[in-house]
């Protein structure tokens, strides 16, 4: 029998996930997790989240908004959509230069 490769799981950062979540608008940090499982296949667990949560209001890229019953909706700020395109811009590049330097052998460029 072979042996078997290693899973390398997914590659993810929490704060990715997040801004991506609120680009479309504010969501609470229930729904936050839905939404970044089904976008992403990445399951959060809400320490997880609410850790991510805390940072990214730190740095001035996320902002509480006033409670809906017991759940505390969030919303991306101006600095966190354009930390949000820095990021995504980061990641074509890093995605065009694995594409060349795979190339057609692994099908895809």
């Given amino acids: 029998m072979g042996r078997r490769q290693p899973d390398l799981g997914r590659f993810t950062d929490v704060a990715l996930l997040v801004l991506i979540s609120l680009a479309d608008g504010a969501k609470h940090g229930y729904r936050m997790i839905h939404d970044i499982e089904e976008f992403s296949g990445t399951s959060l667990e809400p320490g997880t989240l609410y850790g991510a949560l805390m940072r990214l209001e730190e740095r001035g890229w996320i902002e509480a908004l006033d409670a809906e019953s017991r759940r505390r909706p969030y919303r991306i700020t101006e600095a966190g959509g354009e930390a949000l395109r820095e990021q995504i811009a980061t990641l074509r590049r890093i995605e065009g230069t694995?594409?060349?330097?795979?190339?057609?052998?692994?099908?895809?460029?």
């Fill in 98 to 109: 694995a594409a060349v330097r795979l190339g057609p052998a692994w099908g895809l460029s």
